[in-house]
């Protein structure tokens, strides 16, 4: 197996690294194909002997395999630890959760850091992918351990795309589909603040068009962080960030007259940017960017979303969103489950109610709890 | 837990392995007896998250909305049956929320409170307020019924709107009563109905 992981950070995930390589190429949405495909993956609690309580996790942008273990690289509590562990919503005592790098990322999972076939990091020779892509090699990671029918997929924001995608192109191999705070498509506000993102990472002159992994150096970290900053603001509700900092200074007095972080919201940002590139690839970013953008269901399925829950069947569908998330908003919610309604899909959606904008699915919110406990059973 | 007569009326009537939309369908008790008893595939409609939720952990299929305007979005015909229980007074415009009804199911049940029942006169003739019921318990000010409405005015707009009555059935405390005088005798009433 070839290194996936970027330099800098192989020797803290090298120990923590469970994968497979998938014995076929992976035909991608662009055409090209991916060979080798290693992809990371994490399990939580026992697969029963008839293989049908495996629950299946999508990740989102910026989120990897530890949901529910302590990150390698960071040291911080899973992901998701709130919802999926013993006798968590999400009851790893019953279930069998499963949760994959996707492919792109840097987490373990081929991407653009890994190396390609003439011995080189790929960097910007990575083929574009889509989400759709990443699902695909999770069915073929799936197929591999043998699991046919999942009693769940389940994701947040990218997570909950992933999970819209699985439903719409592998019908019948999941009694259950839980989307949360996420989109049927990348709106044009969506793909604007991911390409504010992608053109401050290309900005940063040590990007060097992709190939900056063989530096001394850890990259287009400034651009990355920046990249960041916008993307936090985006998680956030605009409430909440008055809550959070309102127009507190940070550790002074008064407003110094320059431009250092005067403000607590400023030093902030600054420190999510820079804790962002300890943990992330720059080259993964942008190409996980690009495939959310890509992601248009409709379209995939001849430009009617109902069409592409027309093999959905019995397959149980739950769909919620968060009053404060103007990321992806309550109509956004509301399309995809007119669609589902259109073709007689059992659907449930509730807009719950959180002060946390677009996060509040990562965050305390107790109705969420209850639902996702509810409908997974 | 024993549903309440008018729900129970209706559970009675829908028939098995049917198609049912349940509009307006609160913590789903109608929904639940309907799957377990009728075999129905029942869908529901609920403006309270709270309510949503816990018709989701039910296991039941509701999706979270406004019936003033959401039942616009689905197709026609696409039940067998639509139900309205409670709600009718409820909504922005009862006559539009008929129509929909009647375009999303091939049948209807509407249920809802009789504001010509003797004891709401009553209490308007004699103590001159706005009657404060077991059934009605909410003040004037802060009701969600908006339209209240009674047997006769129901069966007005019914003939007006040149719709079929397949059937009418009257509550009073807790029980199923005769027809006669149902303007008067009637707490409640259920209209199965069809375009």
Known sequence: ?377 | MALRPDLAKIAELVPEGTRVLDVGCGEGELMEVLRRERHVDVRGLEIDPELVERCVSRGLSVVQGDADRDLADYPDASYDVAILSQTLQTAERPDYMLDQLLRIGQTAFVSFPNFAYWRMRFALLFKGRMPVTRHLPVSWYETQNIHHVTVDDFRQLIADKGVTVEGSWFFAGGREIGGGNANWRAEHAVFQLSR
């Open chain 1, 1 to 377: 197996m070839r290194p996936q992981v970027p330099q800098r950070m192989a020797t803290a995930l090298a120990s923590h690294l469970n994968a497979i390589t998938l014995g076929a190429p992976l035909a991608l949405d662009s055409g090209k194909s991916l060979a080798d495909v290693t992809l990371a993956y994490e399990t939580y609690g026992e697969l029963n002997a008839d293989k049908s309580n495996a629950i299946l996790i999508f990740h989102a942008l910026t989120g990897d395999q530890f949901v529910a273990k302590t990150h390698p690289l960071t040291g911080k509590p899973g992901w998701w630890e709130r919802m999926v562990g013993p006798g968590k919503p999400i009851d790893t005592d019953r279930f069998h959760v499963i949760c994959a790098n996707v492919i792109g990322s840097c987490i373990g999972s081929t991407g653009p850091a890994s190396i390609g076939p003439d011995g080189k990091p790929y960097g910007m020779r990575f083929p574009v992918i889509t989400i759709r892509d990443m699902v695909r090699a999770q069915v073929a990671l799936l197929d591999t351990l043998g699991i046919g029918t999942l009693h769940a997929v389940v994701g947040g924001s990218m997570g909950g795309m992933q999970a819209l995608s699985f439903a719409a192109n592998f019908p019948g191999r999941t009694d259950r589909v839980l989307a949360i705070a996420t989109t049927a498509r990348h709106s044009a506000q969506n793909i604007a603040f991911h390409e504010v993102g992608r053109q401050a990472i290309m900005a940063d002159p040590e990007w060097k068009g992709g190939d900056y992994y063989d530096g001394d150096g850890n990259g287009p970290e400034k651009g990355l962080s920046v990249a960041r900053m916008a993307a936090h603001i985006t998680y956030l509700s605009e409430a909440g960030l008055t809550d959070k900092f309102g127009r507190r200074l940070q550790d002074r007095e008064e407003k110094s007259f320059g431009f250092d972080a005067d403000f607590q919201v400023e030093s902030y940002l600054r420190y999510q940017g820079l804790a962002f590139t300890t943990r992330f690839d720059a080259n993964s970013y942008l190409f996980i960017t690009r495939a959310m953008d890509y992601f248009d269901l409709a379209e995939e399925h001849g430009g009617l979303l109902a069409d592409a829950f027309r093999d959905a069947g019995d397959t149980r569908f739950c769909v919620v969103s968060f009053d404060t998330d103007w990321l992806y908003p309550t109509a956004e919610s509301r399309n995809f489950v007119h669609a589902l309604n259109a073709v007689a899909a059992p659907v449930s959606f509730v807009e719950l109610s959180a002060p946390f904008g677009h996060d509040s699915f990562l965050l305390e919110c107790p109705a969420l709890d209850r639902v996702i406990k509810g409908f997974v059973g």
